[in-house]
């Protein structure tokens, strides 16, 4: 089963990207809380990772039907392969690709479902959690409160929406110019050569796909 979060934001990141004001940095609170114990303590776990294990147990039985027969398919291929002729050889060999393809995508279709099906199962608890969790800051009056658990990395679970500011900044991008092709560049920047496209510091452009 998943865990509360699994975002990669670091703690210092979190910081910069839910800036706090200078006016009210006096006043910010910060909680923390480990999401992975929560998630492993919060009533209805159990029984959604029991059901969720009781019904993968079909699939499982399915990928191992389809598993053995591929492989007695390939022994018995191995086992006769020096009295086939050359024609038999392509034709056998064909045959266990395309039943390898058609493998391949059935397992692959089991997995998804699988995994819509975990989803079903978990996002009623996390929606649970996350409404306790919102309920407690908004009550403690904390500016924001930060997961500290190992597969968090530090993400931000909930925060004070009055220190949104990215209304500000879009507000703020809109307001830039935008410069636009054909003009001569201002501050006596050099033009980039001909077919070449300048790019953000710290940002590579894609390489082309190869041609045939």
Request: proline share 6%; charged share 20%; hydrophobic share 35%.
């Amino acid at each position: 089963m998943r865990t509360l979060t699994g975002g990669a934001i670091g703690l210092a990141a979190c910081f910069v990207l839910v800036a706090v004001p200078a006016a009210q940095a006096q006043s910010t609170r910060i909680a923390f809380v480990d999401g992975q114990r929560i998630f492993g303590s919060v009533p209805g776990r159990t029984e959604a990772e029991a059901q969720f294990n009781k019904e993968m147990d079909s699939v499982r039985a399915r990928e191992k039907l389809m598993s053995d027969s591929m492989a007695a398919l390939i022994a018995d291929y191995s086992k006769n392969e020096a009295t086939l002729s050359a024609a038999d050889k392509t034709t056998r060999q064909q045959s266990i690709r395309d039943r390898q393809a058609a493998f391949q995508q059935q397992q692959q279709q089991l997995e998804q479902k699988a995994q819509e099906r975990q989803n079903e199962l978990v996002r009623p608890i996390l929606d649970r959690i996350h409404r306790v969790i919102d309920d407690l800051r908004s009550e403690n009056g904390y500016t924001l409160i930060v997961d500290v658990s190992p597969n968090a990395g530090g993400s931000v679970v909930s925060f004070d929406k009055n220190l949104d500011v990215t209304d500000q900044v879009i507000r703020k991008l809109q307001s830039m110019p935008v410069a636009t092709g054909g003009g001569a560049s201002s501050g006596g920047s050099p033009k980039p050569a001909a077919g070449a496209r300048p790019t953000p510091s710290g940002v590579t452009q894609p390489k082309s796909p190869p041609t045939n």
